[in-house]
DNA sequence: AGTCGATGCTCCC
DNA sequence: TGGGAGCCCTCGAC
């Protein structure tokens, strides 16, 4: 009897045979064999579904006439390509290669299901401690700013109920959101085709998408200081734009690439981008370490670019310090944040260092004393630094988060609550799922990051893509997300429902190509709530959300 | 319901 | 340092 005959543990289709006698002259697929048949012992064993394929092909090129094709279907993992084992969704849970470390902390020796991160967030977290260097900024901060924070923390609110929304509100994924400095209901809305949405999200089906500004990924967008009308943006387009909200009118304050295309080694990328509103002045930091300023009262460039990062590398994100706005936060690929003094800008010159392991997302000192760090890295860490007045060798905190890089999706990054007066909750999208219900969801995490803790997992069975995109509200209790290419608007449970007594939940479907109700004013639309959670698990899941009528929006006309 | 492809980015050699 | 291989929980279209 041949190996192959015996292989009766999973089905075979044998496309081509010219000789059963014939036998590959090739010794090492005899031995590739005998290993395919230890693996399928144990398959056996665990009695599972057979799935993926492999393809056996004898060579047998030195004999004449057609080589027999054997095409075996069994189970390899599409991770490691190795047999015996599956990763990937089985249901509502995803199973881990564990030939892998874990997928969450990337340690050896487990998966993501027994992970200790995953079990308790906090798990290896120092609980809030300060390092005392006893040095005289220690003083400074003493007398300065540690009143500033409260040392009794409130009690976190948390907009955890979808109160309004609109599907694929752009026609491609969100890359930032920014809400209106003194307009409460105004959110706006960057794109990965450059596209910037405005959108007043307490008249939910009017929709503004002004397109022409910028034409690839927009990457960061700042209100002005001295106009709340106007807002600035940095763009992957190279250039630096400054828009009229009202009119949508834009004048590009910079364009690095003033020649064109010259190729990609020459292609300039604005990524990072912060205000100073004491000096005038934006600043913009591009992919290859770069960091530009822009004086707004003259609209030209201030000064010479200064490398900031290694050179070459991207540079994602800058931020001034809100209590001292001369303080620079930056970060980028380089695996570095560090901390500037915009009085004394030039290359090596930067009065910090903070080292990561892997590439920084996003650094922010904290909205209102400005004296905590919060910075997110691929490696899947959220690292704290509790004082910039303290010891800045090492975090003070690592907390262990799901948030890994990935080519579709934007890069994930921890924001502050900014009317969160202890400094201490953190909003992030998560991206592995969990199994809720039968469903696998993506939740969007509120983090105390003074102790590790998960404060609470804001999920909807609706919303089934990830969300890296978050922006908790300046005044109201309000988080907007962007998941994908939609927008939602989260709001408390008890408030949502008092905001529903006048006005229904609004969730609107817009791209009428792909959208079988066709028409923004539709109310009779489901195609939020009819979408299917992953592996079509929709069986389970609970129709909270449909699509209802706005009942102040005066356009009720339904398409014949 | 299952497959496929658009693709940017990281990191290794 | 440059080039290129490879990429684990995408997402949406067909």
């Given at each position: 009897m041949s190996a192959r005959a015996r292989r009766t543990s999973f089905p075979e289709v044998v496309i081509e045979r010219d000789s059963d006698t014939e036998k590959s002259s090739d010794d090492e697929e005899e031995v590739e064999d005998d290993v395919v048949e230890s693996d399928d012992q144990e398959e056996e064993d665990d009695n599972e579904e057979q799935k993926g394929k492999e393809a056996e092909v004898?060579?047998?090129?030195?004999?004449?006439g057609k080589a027999p094709i054997t095409i075996s279907l069994k189970k390899v993992c599409?991770?490691?390509?190795?047999?015996g084992h599956q990763a990937g969704f089985q249901g509502p849970t995803y199973i881990d290669c564990p030939m892998k470390p874990c997928f969450l902390c990337k340690l050896p020796g487990h998966t993501t299901v027994n992970c200790p991160h995953r079990v308790a967030m906090e798990f290896g977290v120092i609980p809030a401690y300060r390092k005392r260097t006893n040095n005289s900024l220690d003083y400074v901060f003493e007398r300065?700013?540690?009143?500033?924070?409260?040392s009794i923390k409130p009690e976190f609110v948390i907009p955890d109920e979808v109160n309004c929304a609109v599907i694929r509100y752009h026609s491609r994924r969100v890359t930032c959101l920014e809400f209106h400095p003194t307009n409460n209901n105004i959110l706006l809305s960057g794109d990965k085709k450059g596209q910037l949405g405005v959108w007043d999200f307490g008249k939910v089906h009017e929709k503004t998408v002004y397109g022409n500004i910028h034409s690839c990924l927009l990457n960061n967008m700042k209100f002005s200081p001295a106009n709340d009308g106007t807002v600035y943006a940095a763009s992957s387009d190279g250039t630096m734009s400054c828009t009229d909200l009202e009119t949508g009118l834009s004048t590009p304050l910079m364009d690095l690439n003033p020649n064109g295309w010259q190729g990609p080694n020459s292609w300039t990328m604005l990524y990072g981008m912060d205000l100073n509103a004491e000096k005038g002045l934006v600043l913009v930091a591009d992919n290859f370490g770069f960091l530009h300023l822009v004086d707004t009262r003259s609209n030209s460039q201030k000064g010479n670019s200064i490398l900031i990062h290694k050179k070459g590398t991207k540079v994602v994100g800058l931020h001034c310090n809100p209590f001292q706005p001369d303080l620079l936060l930056s970060c980028g690929n380089d695996h570095f944040a560090r901390i500037w003094d915009i009085r004394r800008l030039e290359a090596e010159s930067c009065l910090q260092s903070l080292p990561h392991k892997r590439v920084v997302n996003s650094a922010y000192f904290s909205p209102i004393s400005g004296s905590k760090i919060v910075t997110t890295s691929i490696d899947n860490r959220i690292r704290v630094w509790?004082?910039?007045?303290?010891?800045?060798?090492?975090?003070?905190r690592e907390i262990v988060h799901s948030h890994d890089f990935n080519r579709h999706l934007t890069p994930f990054r921890a924001e502050w609550d900014p009317k969160d007066p202890s400094e201490s909750l953190v909003v992030v999208g998560r991206y592995i799922s969990e199994n809720y219900n039968g469903l696998a969801l993506h939740p969007i995490d509120f983090i105390d990051i003074s102790t590790g803790q998960l404060v609470a997992e804001v999920m909807d069975p609706n919303i089934t893509t990830i969300t890296p995109v978050n922006k908790l509200h300046p005044r109201d209790d309000v988080l907007a997300s962007g998941s994908s290419r939609s927008l939602f608007i989260w709001r408390p449970k008890e408030k949502s429902e008092m905001v529903q007594e006048k006005d229904e939940r609004k969730i609107v479907v817009c791209d009428r190509k792909n959208s079988?109700?066709?028409?923004?004013?539709?109310?009779?639309?489901?195609d939020f709530s009819s979408k299917k959670g992953?592996?079509?698990?929709?069986?389970?899941?609970?129709?909270?959300?449909v699509t209802t009528p706005c009942s102040s929006s005066k356009k009720k006309k339904k398409k014949s």
């Amino acid at each position: 009897m041949s190996a192959r005959a015996r292989r009766t543990s999973f089905p075979e289709v044998v496309i081509e045979r010219d000789s059963d006698t014939e036998k590959s002259s090739d010794d090492e697929e005899e031995v590739e064999d005998d290993v395919v048949e230890s693996d399928d012992q144990e398959e056996e064993d665990d009695n599972e579904e057979q799935k993926g394929k492999e393809a056996e092909v004898s060579s047998a090129a030195n004999k004449k006439g057609k080589a027999p094709i054997t095409i075996s279907l069994k189970k390899v993992c599409k991770v490691c390509k190795r047999t015996g084992h599956q990763a990937g969704f089985q249901g509502p849970t995803y199973i881990d290669c564990p030939m892998k470390p874990c997928f969450l902390c990337k340690l050896p020796g487990h998966t993501t299901v027994n992970c200790p991160h995953r079990v308790a967030m906090e798990f290896g977290v120092i609980p809030a401690y300060r390092k005392r260097t006893n040095n005289s900024l220690d003083y400074v901060f003493e007398r300065q700013v540690r009143h500033r924070v409260p040392s009794i923390k409130p009690e976190f609110v948390i907009p955890d109920e979808v109160n309004c929304a609109v599907i694929r509100y752009h026609s491609r994924r969100v890359t930032c959101l920014e809400f209106h400095p003194t307009n409460n209901n105004i959110l706006l809305s960057g794109d990965k085709k450059g596209q910037l949405g405005v959108w007043d999200f307490g008249k939910v089906h009017e929709k503004t998408v002004y397109g022409n500004i910028h034409s690839c990924l927009l990457n960061n967008m700042k209100f002005s200081p001295a106009n709340d009308g106007t807002v600035y943006a940095a763009s992957s387009d190279g250039t630096m734009s400054c828009t009229d909200l009202e009119t949508g009118l834009s004048t590009p304050l910079m364009d690095l690439n003033p020649n064109g295309w010259q190729g990609p080694n020459s292609w300039t990328m604005l990524y990072g981008m912060d205000l100073n509103a004491e000096k005038g002045l934006v600043l913009v930091a591009d992919n290859f370490g770069f960091l530009h300023l822009v004086d707004t009262r003259s609209n030209s460039q201030k000064g010479n670019s200064i490398l900031i990062h290694k050179k070459g590398t991207k540079v994602v994100g800058l931020h001034c310090n809100p209590f001292q706005p001369d303080l620079l936060l930056s970060c980028g690929n380089d695996h570095f944040a560090r901390i500037w003094d915009i009085r004394r800008l030039e290359a090596e010159s930067c009065l910090q260092s903070l080292p990561h392991k892997r590439v920084v997302n996003s650094a922010y000192f904290s909205p209102i004393s400005g004296s905590k760090i919060v910075t997110t890295s691929i490696d899947n860490r959220i690292r704290v630094w509790d004082s910039i007045f303290g010891n800045l060798e090492t975090p003070s905190r690592e907390i262990v988060h799901s948030h890994d890089f990935n080519r579709h999706l934007t890069p994930f990054r921890a924001e502050w609550d900014p009317k969160d007066p202890s400094e201490s909750l953190v909003v992030v999208g998560r991206y592995i799922s969990e199994n809720y219900n039968g469903l696998a969801l993506h939740p969007i995490d509120f983090i105390d990051i003074s102790t590790g803790q998960l404060v609470a997992e804001v999920m909807d069975p609706n919303i089934t893509t990830i969300t890296p995109v978050n922006k908790l509200h300046p005044r109201d209790d309000v988080l907007a997300s962007g998941s994908s290419r939609s927008l939602f608007i989260w709001r408390p449970k008890e408030k949502s429902e008092m905001v529903q007594e006048k006005d229904e939940r609004k969730i609107v479907v817009c791209d009428r190509k792909n959208s079988k109700f066709g028409d923004d004013d539709d109310d009779s639309g489901d195609d939020f709530s009819s979408k299917k959670g992953k592996n079509g698990k929709s069986k389970s899941k609970k129709p909270i959300l449909v699509t209802t009528p706005c009942s102040s929006s005066k356009k009720k006309k339904k398409k014949s």
